[in-house]
Nanobody, 117 residues
Framework: QVQLVESGGGLVQPGGSLRLSCVAS????????MGWYRQAPGEQREWVAN???????NYADSVKGRFTISRDNAKNTIYLQMNSLKPEDTAAYFC???????????WGQGTQVTVSS
């Protein structure tokens, strides 16, 4: 089993910044992809960013240029630096770990990000 714990959400004004963290523990597989998703009220969960095969970051068009995904392998942690936040970025943000070659996905409990003046 893999446990994912997110932190760093909160209330921020438009144009502000937040940094989310996700710590992974348990039976962490070396062949996996970690990333971030978000879900706004009444909406489907959508992909935000992840590390593709080879370790390169990928971003949804809606956050490209504003969000940066990074990781610290020694700490089994990934981060999401969110700058120039907009009200439409308001959502619960979830950390995801996908095991390559399987349908297995692990999810964190989510952390709420609210962008409002």
């Amino acid at each position: 089993q893999v446990q994912l714990v997110e932190s760093g959400g909160g209330l921020v004004q438009p144009g502000g910044s937040l940094r989310l963290s996700c710590v992974a523990s348990g039976s962490i597989f070396s062949m996996n992809t970690m990333g971030w998703y978000r879900q706004a009220p009444g909406e489907q969960r959508e992909w935000v960013a992840n590390f593709a095969t080879g370790g390169l970051p990928n971003y949804a068009d809606s956050v490209k240029g504003r969000f940066t995904i990074s990781r610290d392998n020694a700490k089994n942690t990934i981060y999401l630096q969110m700058n120039s936040l907009k009200p439409e970025d308001t959502a619960a943000y979830f950390c995801n770990l996908h095991v390559w070659g399987t349908p297995t996905n692990y999810w964190g409990q989510g952390t709420q990000v609210t962008v409002s003046s």
